[in-house]
């Protein structure tokens, strides 16, 4: 049976808050969407009232017993923190009660979100996102100067575990710049391999080694993202090689999984030399452990498979890959949606599908694939970098579709976001797309285009 509050960890927590403001934190919006949700829903008293604070809590934890059997003591005090805009994202199953007791079909209804907003007043670097999950707060101001990031009780367990501080700091980086990110997760790294050391011959060393390799790979991510190949690559073949050591099979495979794409540079899309046959060998090496990966896992095997294929122009072996991706992703559920693999769900395949259209000289496919996939993900947090490529490959779709005004609208407006956010893989990505474009440099929607990105 599963435990949703943790008294002592809320009491820390409350205990570094100062008035209405938070530490590193500017005053919170109210979430007036969640407070008017509320109202308009009759007090199950029959007094014909509307539903209280104390009854919506009352009724989000019956929903979390009936539901998971998972126990939850949440008060008017909790929901008067949410309607103060203190905590805008709970976790994913209190989330799914919200919507149910309130009867709305998305999150956005009743104000739930990823906070964007920056605590940062330097205009010199990209802003960071105070991130919020919940109201218990891991805090590291030293690390990522004026920001926060919340770490939830509800994500089971021990709240400030490693295991979960590693899964949390995975799902964020998508949500955070990479730049405030990067330093904490080479934090958390540092001190799960000073555990791993002491360890020694502990049966808990294992356990350390796993979570360590995964926070290398993690950090890898987040150092490609900032431009940085050669830090990746070495996460990554560092977090392959603990895992022969260790002997995980499902470590070893997920770090072969994100090598394989810094060594093919996305498929050339990236890189103008991708290495797409050390990828595909390394994607190959993962498809052996399937058994031992989730289906959110495979999914992504069989999607970076096609788009290599594609780059190589074999149609035919790109097609069944892609079979392979849909089949795995049809079959993903919110357990597999943790950690490295959170951002992943069927409309990931659309965008890879796109892709491969593009690179198979299919443009009006690509077109159709791609722009399905930037709208279902416009609001997605969790996947804001894979919705920027979708749109940078979309961008050179419309181009070779004859609508250039359109490829040129698309991408400057792409390329500033990925500027904003400080993500240096995509720009180099949309400046690869840019070059695509060079037949039309005398085009005057082209020559803005320039204009625009030399601006951003």
């Known amino acids: 049976m599963g435990e949703l509050d943790q008294p002592n960890a809320k009491q820390t927590a409350h205990s570094i808050r100062?008035?209405?403001?938070t530490i590193g934190r500017i005053k919170p919006r109210p979430n007036t969407l969640l407070a008017h949700a509320r109202r308009a829903r009759k007090s199950p008293s029959g007094s014909g009232r509307p539903m209280s604070r104390q009854e919506l809590a009352d009724a989000v934890n019956a929903y979390l017993w009936a539901t998971y059997k998972v126990t939850s003591n949440w008060d008017e005090t909790d929901i008067g923190r949410l309607e103060r805009g203190e905590n805008r994202w709970p976790v994913e199953r209190r989330r799914e009660a919200f919507r149910t007791v309130l009867h709305v079909?998305?999150?956005?209804?009743?104000?739930?979100?990823?906070?964007?907003?920056?605590?940062?007043?330097?205009?010199?670097?990209?802003?960071?996102?105070?991130s919020t999950i919940s109201d218990i707060d891991l805090r590291v101001p030293e690390l990522v100067t004026g920001h926060?990031?919340?770490?939830?009780?509800?994500?089971?367990?021990?709240?400030?575990?490693?295991?979960?501080?590693?899964?949390?700091?995975?799902q964020q980086r998508q949500a955070v710049p990479p730049a405030a990110l990067l330093s904490l997760v080479e934090a958390h790294r540092e001190c799960l391999l000073t555990l791993f050391r002491k360890a020694e011959k502990d049966p808990i060393r294992v356990d350390i080694g796993v979570m360590l390799g995964e926070a290398s790979i993690?950090?890898?991510?987040?150092?490609?993202?900032?431009?940085?190949?050669?830090?990746?690559?070495?996460?990554?073949?560092?977090?392959?090689?603990?895992?022969?050591?260790?002997?995980?099979?499902?470590?070893?495979?997920?770090?072969?999984?994100?090598?394989?794409?810094l060594h093919s540079g996305a498929s050339t899309l990236i890189q103008a030399d991708g290495d797409i046959m050390t990828g595909l060998r390394l994607l190959d090496e993962a498809a052996t452990a399937a058994d031992h990966l989730t289906a959110a896992a495979q999914a992504r095997i069989a999607a970076e498979q096609a788009q290599a294929y594609a780059a190589l122009g074999l149609r035919n072996e790109t097609d069944d890959a892609l079979v392979r991706a849909r089949q795995a992703a049809s079959g993903i559920t919110a357990q597999d949606r943790t950690g490295l693999f959170s951002d992943w769900n069927p409309t990931r395949v659309d965008v890879y599908e796109g892709t491969c259209h593009l690179l198979l000289k299919e443009p009006t496919r690509a077109v159709t694939h791609l722009e399905q996939a930037a709208a279902a993900l416009k609001n997605d947090q969790s996947n804001t970098n894979v919705a920027l490529a979708a749109r940078v490959d979309l961008a050179s779709a419309y181009a070779l579709t004859g609508h250039l005004d359109a490829a040129c609208v698309t991408l400057g407006e792409t390329y500033e976001r990925l500027r904003q956010i400080g993500n240096l893989r995509g720009i180099s990505?949309?400046?690869?797309?840019?070059?695509?474009?060079?037949?039309?440099?005398?085009?005057?929607?082209?020559?803005?285009?320039?204009?625009?990105?030399?601006?951003?």
């Open 429 to 456: 990505r949309a400046r690869r797309a840019r070059e695509g474009l060079n037949r039309w440099n005398s085009e005057p929607i082209v020559q803005e285009l320039d204009r625009r990105m030399a601006a951003a």
């Open 18 to 21: 100062h008035g209405d403001q």
């Open 218 to 261: 993690v950090a890898s991510r987040l150092w490609s993202a900032q431009g940085n190949r050669s830090m990746a690559l070495a996460h990554c073949a560092y977090a392959r090689s603990l895992a022969d050591r260790l002997g995980s099979i499902r470590l070893g495979a997920t770090a072969r999984i994100f090598e394989s794409n």
């Open 105 to 130: 079909q998305t999150d956005s209804e009743i104000g739930f979100y990823i906070d964007r907003a920056s605590a940062a007043t330097s205009q010199a670097a990209p802003t960071a996102s105070d």
């Open 148 to 170: 926060v990031l919340h770490v939830d009780s509800d994500a089971g367990g021990d709240w400030n575990s490693f295991s979960v501080v590693t899964s949390m700091l995975a």
